[in-house]
């Protein structure tokens, strides 16, 4: 589905994969669930586009959901992966970057989860820094966003107003945007000021991890 041209979702991945189309190639933006590569791969053939030209890979954060079809793409395509550093060590390791604060049988139910959703251990070819720009849509700026994990990042392009955010923010089926809580996110305080900092940026259109894409996004970021 083009969102806007040249931004596209990627449907049935569970996660939203978003593919972002350059002249000089094709980016993607998160993997979704291991096996979602067969997706990614039809989808991007429906584009009239080959394997190779997929160039470049980045992971908002090291969550099985969201790398879990990475070994297999870096391999099918041959892509360049990006991540921060610190999420980027979790995908090497094949884990996530931060313990859940569960205890009991809540901990083992998150247990059962993770093994569904695990990653095999990808290479990250390239580190990412906050405010770094990318050669794609006419400069993609990489926005730390910590909180929902110790390294997450999401990506800003001014030229589309578009914001990609990863699990920093969710949207309700309702298209409000929600701060990332609760048990799976490392840090509630710097969540928020995830939030604040994305806010700032002037996003006409946000795409989130989980849930709707959020149109006239102005005033549908959490009030804090
Ligand atoms: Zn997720």
Not at 29 to 50: E, M, P, Q, S, W
Not at 87 to 101: D, H, M, N, V
Not at 193 to 203: C, D, S
């Amino acid at each position: 589905m083009e969102i806007v041209p040249n931004v596209h979702a990627i449907p049935g991945t569970v996660v939203n994969v978003y593919l972002l189309v350059d002249a000089d190639g094709l980016t993607l933006i998160d993997t979704g669930l291991a096996g979602n590569d067969k997706k990614v791969l039809k989808y991007i053939a429906g584009l009239g586009r080959r394997p190779q030209d997929l160039k470049r890979i980045i992971l908002t954060h090291s969550d099985g959901d969201h790398v879990g079809a990475l070994a297999a793409l870096k391999a099918a395509t041959g892509a360049r992966t990006y991540a921060n550093p610190i999420e980027a060590k979790a995908i090497q390791a094949g884990r996530p970057s931060r313990a859940l604060k569960v205890r009991g049988i809540l901990a083992m139910l998150f247990k059962v989860m993770f093994i569904f959703f695990k990653a095999k251990p990808a290479t990250v070819d390239e580190l990412l820094s906050d405010g770094q720009v990318l050669p794609v849509l006419g400069g993609l700026r990489v926005v730390e966003t910590i909180g929902h994990t110790p390294g997450h990042i999401s990506l800003f392009a001014p030229s589309a107003k578009i914001l990609f955010t990863g699990d920093s923010m969710t949207a309700s089926a309702d298209g409000q945007l929600r701060t990332s809580r609760g048990r799976t996110t490392w840090d509630e305080v710097k969540a928020i000021e995830a939030v604040k900092i994305q806010a700032a940026l002037g996003a006409q259109i946000v795409c989130v991890g989980h849930g709707p894409i959020v149109r006239d996004a102005a005033n549908k970021f959490p009030q804090i």
